[in-house]
Every structure is written in C-alpha cells, then in structure tokens.
C-alpha cells in the first residue's frame, strides 16, 4: 500500500513569492491534515480536512495561507505572499481511524 | 500546548533496552497515550498507542502506570535506526483529532 505522497520535497523561494505543496492521502483516507513544522519543534496542525470539507482552520494564517481538497482526495496548500517566518517542513497526514500516517514532508526555505 | 512532559534528549547502547519516559499528569479518563517517532528527514509514524493496561507490538512495548500520570516507551534492543526524535502524545481514541506534539525526547542509539 501506498503511503502518503507529497511533492516537491524541497522549495527555495525568496520572500513574496507565491509556492504551493501537493498532497496525496492513502486511498481511502476520509481525514487529511495539514501540519507544520519549525526546526527543533514537533509538528503543529494548520487545518485538517473531513473529505472536501475543512473542519478545523482554526491556526490556518488565513491572510496569506489557503488550501483545498477537491474531490476530497488530493489536497494543495498554498502560501502567498511567503515571508521568511514560513521556512519550516509543511506535512501532510491522512487517517481513517485513529491513527495517522504522515508524508515525507516538504522543506520550505524562503530566502 | 502539549499535555506531556520529556526529557530533551537521552543516549542508549545500541543492543540495549531504550526507555523513553513521558509524564502526563493532567490525563483525562477517556484520554489514550501515542507515541510517535520521527526519524531524519521523514515525517512522523505510530509506533504505539494504551490506555490503561501494559501493551506490547512488533516496535516496543508501552508500560503506563497505575495512576495513568506517567508512561515508559520501551524498544527492547535498540538498533542504529532507532536513533530518533520520540513523541509521546495523549488524546481521545474515537475521532480524528488533531495530534498535539511536543518537543519530543531525541533519542541517539550509539554503536
């Protein structure tokens, strides 16, 4: 079975330049999840997904960060414009149940 | 904010036991202990979840005492590959929450 595909894995772009992170969850996953992660800290949820709609934005930076799931399968976040603060390793998980599976990760760095 | 406490980081001879404490003294009756790994450059996976009784997978085995306030992940013979930073995490079993992190215990196995 396949595991949680994200791309690209690396992106460096310079501040006030748009960038956007694909997301493909396991087949059959209902939940995908969003979180985001600083160097040396754990990972923090920016919006999570209940098929196409999202349940909970609530530390989505909604004047800059947007996503969507169309078709409640593969997801994108977007950042516009990136500022320097945004560097960090954007994740996406998915789960059916309680348990989550997470991608590889895409490490953003904004010069 | 996370409900667990770790220690920072912690050293283990690789063959031998690795046991990874993690107090939660604030757990909720309905609340479940996870814990998760994250290893160099991946995103984070499950390695085992209780609630109130000792358990044991294929990866470590989990022992949660009485009271529920603390818990002690246990890899039985550590392996290179083991070196990681562990998660232990404490939330509800039905749903799809969020997953609360914290900074994690970064765990070297060393030759």
């Known amino acids: 079975e396949a595991g949680v595909v994200q791309s690209p894995r690396y992106k460096i772009i310079e501040k006030k330049q748009p960038v956007a992170f694909w997301c493909n969850p396991i087949s059959g996953h209902n939940t995908l999840y969003w979180y985001r992660q600083n160097l040396g800290q754990g990972p923090e949820l920016l919006i999570r997904y209940e098929n196409e709609e999202a349940v909970d934005d609530s530390q989505l930076p909604k004047d800059r960060f947007s996503a969507e799931r169309l078709k409640g399968v593969d997801s994108t976040l977007k950042i516009q414009p990136a500022e320097l603060g945004d560097s960090a390793v954007y994740l996406c998980?998915?789960?059916?149940?309680?348990?989550?599976?997470f991608g590889p990760g895409t490490r953003l760095t904004v010069l | 904010d996370a409900k667990t406490t770790q220690p920072p980081s912690m050293d283990c001879a690789e063959g031998r036991a690795a046991n990874l404490p993690c107090n939660h003294s604030?757990?909720?009756?309905?609340?479940?202990v996870y814990w998760y790994r994250q290893i160099h450059s991946q995103g984070p996976q499950y390695i085992i979840h209780g609630l109130k009784n000792n358990e044991t997978n294929e990866m470590a085995s989990l022992i949660i005492t009485e009271d529920r306030k603390s818990s002690t992940l246990i890899l039985p013979h550590a392996t290179l590959r083991d070196t990681a930073v562990y998660y232990c995490i404490v939330r509800e079993f039905q749903g799809a929450q969020k997953l609360v992190f914290g900074q994690g215990t970064r765990l070297t196995i060393n030759p």
């Open positions: 604030t757990i909720s009756g309905n609340e479940y």
């Open positions: 998980a998915s789960s059916k149940a309680a348990y989550q599976f």
